[in-house]
């Protein structure tokens, strides 16, 4: 397959520049996805779609365009350069562009990132996963699984340009999603459990179900928290990457430092953040969703401390960005999601985290709800996110439960988290031991102090 698409990528260059591109980028990529769905406690398998894309990007002068297509025969390839020189041709001049990527050749090795028994794996098979997660979850009554997806995703990408890059990556990746619900006495109760990872054998499927029935019987106990009171809270990790990704990622990235958005954009070297709090942003993450030798660009990805002991130490940067900063790339431009791998050719780059982990505490969950006399621990938001520019967040909680002299007590719901996410990382009680991967993300629970819980 790599070989095709270095064909395609041949000649959609050689074409690009006798039309008269100064610069030409060409991304290719073959994909194949398999869509497994439970649809009231029923798996199925639905879809299995495999694709081969271009994503063109065209330079004359300081002119730029980009367009992306499927393609099915030369006639394809020859379409999408004549759309992107006319694209290009049409384009304003962007004062800030000054060149694609040159040439550099990355070293070391990437581990866990290709699962060859995912794509060989039957589909009689996942569809006994998928059935054992269901059965595990409704073990003992009263919860129902309602909707569940199960995707496998196996991809190669090729990038080059006419500077010289020449480079590709190969991977795979799972995205698990099931809610529930149980009902008893009028009442209801919801529950969701995700995982993300580059293998099936890195997912336990029995504690994904038990997990799954835990949280939606937490759930259909909970009452509504009435009052309001500034206390402790313990968020797991499922929840808090929303919260780092809206408002930290959005910090760090070279293009928002560079159009003056970034609350952080003057606070290189200064302290943001509580001295237990250490993120690291890793290309090259043992078993990361982006983890790969290159980014999406061709440039050699690495690994960098961004927030040591609460200092902001460096930005992130993709190509473009790092011109206008007069810097290097730090291997950060990205087209590739998180949760499918379909058409991801079809997105241009932009400047964003590879892999964050978040460096882990001393303590386990237990021992952290031990040392609260009172607070809450939270499992469940309705949308975990904290304005990027501001901080500030309002959440409604779906599900938690209030930790009472080191204990945990009462489930509750429908109450409101209200506080300001970067004033929460300065006030960091403390910081779990267990790591999950969530997303493009490797996260502990973390405890903040000051934060406030609204009731009805």
Same mark, same amino acid.
Request: include cysteine.
């Given at each position: ?8 990528? *041949? ?17 290719? =990529? ?15 398998? #639905? ?15 300081? &002119? ?9 025969? /030369? ?28 040439? &550099? ?22 569809? +006994? ?32 340009? #006419? ?6 990556? +190969?991977?795979?990746? *799972? ?19 995700? =995982? ?17 029935? &835990? ?43 560079? /159009? ?6 003057? +606070? ?60 290097? #790339? ?6 590739? #999601? ?24 001393? /303590? ?77 993300? /490797? ?14």
């Amino acid at each position: 397959m790599l070989e095709n698409l270095m064909k395609i990528s *041949v000649e959609a260059l050689k074409l690009a520049s006798r039309q008269g591109a100064d610069q030409v980028e060409v991304f290719t =990529a073959y994909t194949r996805t398999r869509n497994i769905y439970v649809e009231n406690s029923v798996p199925h398998l #639905s879809t299995n779609n495999i694709s081969i894309g271009i994503g063109l990007k065209c330079a004359i002068g300081k &002119r730029v365009g980009f367009t992306a297509s499927t393609v099915f025969s /030369k006639k394809d390839i020859e379409r999408v350069v004549e759309e992107c020189i006319s694209i290009t041709k049409v384009s304003p001049e962007d004062p800030n562009f000054e060149s694609l990527p040159d040439p &550099r050749k990355p070293s070391g090795t990437v581990k866990n990132v290709y699962d060859e028994d995912l794509i060989e794996m039957e589909e009689s098979k996942l569809l +006994k996963v998928a059935d054992k997660i269901v059965k595990t979850a409704e073990k003992g009554g009263k919860v129902k699984v309602l909707n569940g997806l199960m995707r496998l995703g196996e991809f190669t990408f090729h990038i080059t340009n #006419s500077l010289g890059v020449d480079q590709d990556h +190969k991977g795979t990746l *799972v995205f698990l999603h099931f809610s529930a619900k149980a009902g008893e006495n009028g009442r209801v109760g919801e529950g969701v459990e995700k =995982a993300y990872s580059t293998t099936l054998k890195n997912i336990d499927f029995d504690k994904f179900g038990k997990e799954l029935r &835990r949280k939606t019987l937490t759930a259909l106990k909970a009452e509504l928290y009435k009052g309001k009171e500034e206390m402790p809270v313990i968020i797991v990790p499922v929840e808090l990457q929303g919260l780092f990704d809206s408002t930290v990622a959005f910090a760090i990235s070279g293009e928002h430092v560079n /159009k003056q958005r970034s609350p952080w954009k003057d +606070k290189l070297n200064e302290k943001v953040a509580s001295e237990s709090l250490t993120i690291v942003d890793d290309g090259r993450m043992p078993g990361g969703i982006l983890s790969a030798l290159i980014d999406d660009e061709g440039v050699p990805t690495e690994t960098k401390t961004v927030i040591e002991r609460g200092v902001l130490k460096n930005f992130i940067y993709d190509t473009y960005n790092a011109y206008i900063a007069d810097t290097e #790339s730090t291997g950060n431009g990205y087209r590739r #999601s998180t949760r499918t791998v379909e058409e991801i050719f079809m997105r241009p780059v932009s400047c964003t985290v590879s892999n964050v982990e978040i460096k882990p505490g001393n /303590k386990s969950l237990e021992d952290m709800i031990n040392e609260i006399d009172k607070g809450c621990l939270v499992e469940k938001f309705a949308a975990p996110s904290a304005d990027p520019f501001t901080g500030t967040f309002g959440l409604e909680v779906r599900c938690a439960t209030l930790i009472e002299n080191g204990s945990l007590g009462k489930p509750i719901r429908h109450a409101l988290l209200s506080g300001n996410f970067y004033e929460a990382i300065k006030n960091i009680l403390m910081i779990g031991k267990e790591q999950e991967l969530i997303e493009n993300m /490797k996260l502990p629970p973390i405890a903040f102090e000051k934060l406030e819980l609204i009731g009805q």
